[in-house]
């Protein structure tokens, strides 16, 4: 599996939250080589074992498929579009970028920006309630093709930096399903301890919704909830954040099974595969809170993946890290343990 191409061909995917199905079903394709496969009516992705075993614990593997975004609001009586947020929108990066709507046809447009030297206080945020996108049409012809409710992404691809890293839209959280995916892949044909499930969960950056869903269905014994986190930038405080290069984030909080941590910790040190520790002291902000809490409760610990720059659309993902991930997720679920 080439983890680099499997990024890509999911991170151009649109799936802002609440309309994730171009993405599902990406992800539903690449998951349906290893799994059986369905699609629910919110787009929640599922996996279940070919071979289930009735005396074998139940693991579920989750990453939630949506990303942020904004709907269209409001059509102006000048053709301008009004619009609100999908999920937690840096908006310090908004201004004057090329978006995309995604109407009856895809429609590029620019969100407006008044020149610094006219504005009045140019330090100052805007709020969502202050952008326009300017498609170039009149509100006629924009009506046509565009409707309220009707997604806008910022229009952006993949590309490749130095070392191994990339940045795109989207990382948060594909980076997380492809981390699966190569889990699944280094598991083809062999034995595991657990039945494994997998869900690829909608619209978890607008309150955990379709793991909530998920979880409930799943009957799981142990999950893991495959995010990203804060990777260190500039300015960052080392103990809040994991470096790129160094491997997944064993999550560790009151909110997470303390006994999951310690087992993905053992296993990481036996098999020599880097990790780090992310400690929380209380919700993880991940689909992991709802997941941990479902029905008689689950035990779940948060496998996250470290990502500079994140809600926005240059997030910054090393493919390492991915790799390092999935080979974690697989060797939790092998039969055979290294003693060490």
Not at 126 to 153: L, N
């Amino acid at each position: 599996m080439d983890i680099e191409k499997t990024i890509e061909a999911l991170a151009c995917e649109n799936g802002i939250s609440g309309d994730e199905f171009p993405a599902s079903a990406k992800a539903a394709e690449m998951l349906s080589q290893y799994l059986d496969v369905t699609v629910d009516d919110f787009g929640n992705v599922f996996g279940v074992s070919k071979a289930f075993d009735e005396s074998k614990e139940t693991l579920l593997l989750d990453a939630h498929i949506d990303e942020i975004g904004m709907i269209v609001t409001y059509i102006t009586d000048d053709g301008f579009l009004k619009v609100d947020k999908c999920g937690g929108l840096d908006m310090r990066l908004l201004l004057a970028q090329q978006v995309d709507v995604l109407g009856r046809e895809t429609v590029t447009g620019v969100v407006i920006s008044t020149p610094p030297h006219l504005e009045k206080d140019s330090k100052k945020l805007p709020e969502i309630e202050d952008i326009y996108i300017d498609v170039g049409m009149s509100k006629e012809s924009a009506e046509k093709v565009i409707s309220a409710g009707d997604r806008v992404y910022i229009n952006n691809s993949l590309i490749r930096l130095q070392n191994d890293y990339v940045s795109s839209k989207a990382l948060d959280d594909r980076a997380g399903v492809a981390a699966i995916l190569y889990a699944l892949e280094l598991l083809k044909d062999k034995q595991t301890k657990y039945n494994i499930k997998v869900q690829f969960s909608v619209q978890e950056e607008i309150g955990v919704r379709g793991a909530t869903i998920g979880a409930y269905k799943s009957d799981a014994d142990i999950a893991l909830a495959v995010d990203v986190s804060f990777a260190k930038t500039i300015d960052d405080k080392p103990d809040k954040c994991g470096e790129l290069s160094k491997g997944a984030m064993i999550g560790v909080a009151p909110s997470l099974s303390r006994e999951v941590s310690d087992k993905l910790i053992s296993v990481a040190k036996c098999n020599n595969i880097p990790y780090q520790i992310e400690v929380m002291g209380g919700n993880t902000g991940t689909d992991a809170d709802v997941i941990g809490i479902t029905k008689a409760g689950i035990k779940t610990c948060t496998v996250s993946i470290p990502l500079k720059y994140m809600h926005t659309p240059v997030e910054v993902v090393s493919i390492a890290d991915i790799e390092n991930t999935g080979k974690l997720i697989a060797k939790f679920c092998e039969t055979e343990e290294k003693s060490c």
